[in-house]
């Protein structure tokens, strides 16, 4: 191994100030270096480099330890660098942590790649190599990864997407039959599904948006049906955009909504799962008396929703209808069964790409939540019969669904997944651009963090909450990272590191949605207008009594074939 200088300072049990050599300086200057000294009872430990201190100063201090007695052989002391103790080796294994106190005067050395490749490469999830050193992959525990939640956070452009693509590309990779479900706000995800082909099942809102994907991708999506009578008090109230203070609607909406559940079932409780027709619930509204403004607001509110055709997924689906007109049995166990069928098609095995692209954020925050709470139902109806059906959940733009601070559907179900997960068997990764907006619960139930290129320095203080204690000192250096570069931490990885993300891309020689527009390309090439007509309008289609054999029939019949 190639020393590279020597501690002159221990702060607490693991920063270290290390004296460098100008010789030695070029050798670890790279982001994310790792050194390799001994502790004062001679177990190996791994430092991570974390920052550099040129100051002319020091060239006179170095000029005085030349003098003292064991420094003869550091010439010219120019150089510091501040280390973290990351963790120690025994046994050919890495274990994180500080086993004994590190001690000033010990010689440091360059990690040499070989070493590294033993101790950072043999994981689940290959997803980078180290920054420092391109030939040792990197790669990180997926137990670890999936029970102990993940954050992917950074701004725009540094290639979030591109590291949620490679790590469940791996993982489909790697494992016959995992179990992911991808909330996939901006539908970015889709082309995994030419990759991996009938491992990946795209889901979309039918009619236009499914139109949209189809045009987009050349793929169609399987119609995702979300029926308004499995949606809670709270999910319509948000599809309502009703807030706290429009106190009468909501106790009408509640009113009605129990009176229609109730119909069938005498005990419900206004979040139960028991069938009704949207359009009884427009009616049942004021049954009770309510004949004023606020009344007669929420009718036109509720109406004006079952005019849309792009929200007929939830307010007249074909096929979730025809689901629960096949059930047989008395309530509440007929609507339980047709529920079950309904959403267990979207946890199958493989990737579950829920694509929500082109839906309004309340649209989106109530889907994600009734989905959510679906799968809650699933995984803990499994636990509750002694069995587990372990599955990720990968949040896109998580604050769009968990605010820090706006009490939405979909937060509550978030957090109760962050804080209970583990025990399920239900593993939560949470995709952000803006952690400032975040939760604060979500973040800081996230046991791993990859962090890209962050500027924003109140982002950065909001993750310094989901982060382990000695990698705070790397937080800063975020805004330094290149596009693709991240930095790794917590539970999953073996030890923090700067790595650079695999590129989705040229691995698999596809491109996600998001990917940046080349403009110059573009403006070179003049790209003709694409006939946009058939999309600007959504299709009028209501039900499938209504329509004949056209479009929404076939529809039924294509989610038909996938449920069977
Ligand atoms: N590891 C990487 N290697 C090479 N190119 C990358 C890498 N990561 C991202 N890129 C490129 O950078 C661009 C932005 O990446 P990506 O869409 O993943 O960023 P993002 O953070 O998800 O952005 P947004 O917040 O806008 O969705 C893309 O064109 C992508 O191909």
């Not at 890495?94 to 010990?106: M, T």
């Not at 605010?403 to 939405?408: A, G, I």
């Amino acid at each position: 191994m190639e020393e590279i200088g020597k501690i002159v300072n221990v702060f607490g049990r693991n920063i270290l100030r290390i004296a460098v050599p100008d010789t030695a300086f070029e050798k670890i200057s790279r982001p994310g270096t790792y050194v390799i000294f001994r502790s004062s009872s001679g177990i190996q430990h791994l430092a991570l480099v974390t920052g550099y201190l040129l100051v002319d100063e020091l060239y006179k201090r170095g000029r005085v330890l030349e003098e003292l007695e064991g420094y003869e052989d550091i010439t010219v002391i120019r150089n510091e660098v501040t280390a973290v103790v990351v963790g120690y080796i025994r046994e050919g294994k890495i274990f994180k942590g500080v086993e004994s106190l590190p001690a000033p005067g010990e010689r440091v050395f360059l990690a040499d790649p070989e070493r590294l490749k033993l101790l950072l490469s043999a994981y689940d999830v290959d997803v980078g190599t180290l920054a420092s050193t391109s030939d040792v992959n990197f790669t990180i525990d997926l137990n670890m990864l999936a029970s102990r939640h993940f954050a992917v956070l950074a701004m725009t452009g540094s290639g979030k997407s591109n590291t949620v693509a490679v790590v469940v590309s791996r993982i489909l990779e790697k494992y016959p039959n995992p179990r992911i479900v991808l909330i996939d706000t901006h539908s970015e995800y889709i082309p995994l599904a030419k990759v991996f082909k009938e491992r990946v099942r795209v889901f979309s809102p039918g009619g236009r948006l499914s139109e949209l994907v189809k045009l987009r991708y050349g793929i169609e999506p399987i119609p995702l049906e979300v029926p308004m009578w499995t949606l809670g008090f709270e999910e319509i109230a948000e599809l309502l955009k009703l807030d706290s203070r429009a106190t009468k609607q909501l106790l009408y909406l509640r009113e009605a909504l129990l009176s229609v559940r109730r119909e069938r079932w005498p005990h419900a409780a206004p979040d139960d799962p028991i069938y009704f027709k949207a359009r009884q619930l427009v009616e049942r509204i004021g049954s009770k008396g309510g004949r004023d403004d606020s009344a007669i607001d929420l009718k036109l509110k509720l109406s004006s929703l079952l005019d849309d055709p792009d929200l007929s997924f939830i307010t007249s689906p074909v096929m979730s209808e025809k689901i629960y007109e096949k059930t047989s049995g008395a309530e509440p166990e007929r609507s339980g069964r047709a529920y079950t069928q309904l959403y267990k098609s979207l946890f199958g095995e493989g990737l579950n790409i829920i694509a929500l692209g082109g839906l309004p954020s309340e649209v989106q925050v109530t889907t994600v939540a009734t989905i959510l709470r679906a799968l809650w139902r699933v995984v803990s109806a499994h636990v509750q019969a002694g069995s587990v059906l372990p599955t990720l959940v990968i949040v896109e733009e998580a604050h769009v669904y968990a605010p820090k601070d706006r009490d939405v559907p979909s937060r509550q179900i978030l957090e109760k997944i962050a804080k209970e997960g583990r025990k399920f068997g239900v593993g939560l990764g949470i995709v952000s651009q803006r952690p400032r907006e975040l939760s604060q619960t979500l973040l800081a139930q996230c046991g791993t963090l990859i962090a890209l290129r962050t500027t924003n320095p109140e982002d950065q203080r909001h993750i310094m909450l989901s982060v382990e204690d000695i990698i705070g000192e790397l937080i800063q250096g975020l805004a330094s990272l290149t596009v693709g570069q991240a930095l790794i931490s917590g539970a999953a990885a073996p030890v923090p590191a700067i790595i650079n993300v695999h590129s989705f891309t040229r691995i698999y020689s596809a491109e996600l949605g998001g990917k940046d527009v080349d403009w110059s390309k573009a403006w070179a090439e003049s790209p003709e207008f694409i006939d946009i007509s058939r999309l600007l309008f959504a299709h009028r289609e209501r039900s499938i009594e209504n329509t004949g054999p056209g479009e929404a029939r076939d529809r039924a019949a294509k989610l038909e074939n996938f449920l069977q």
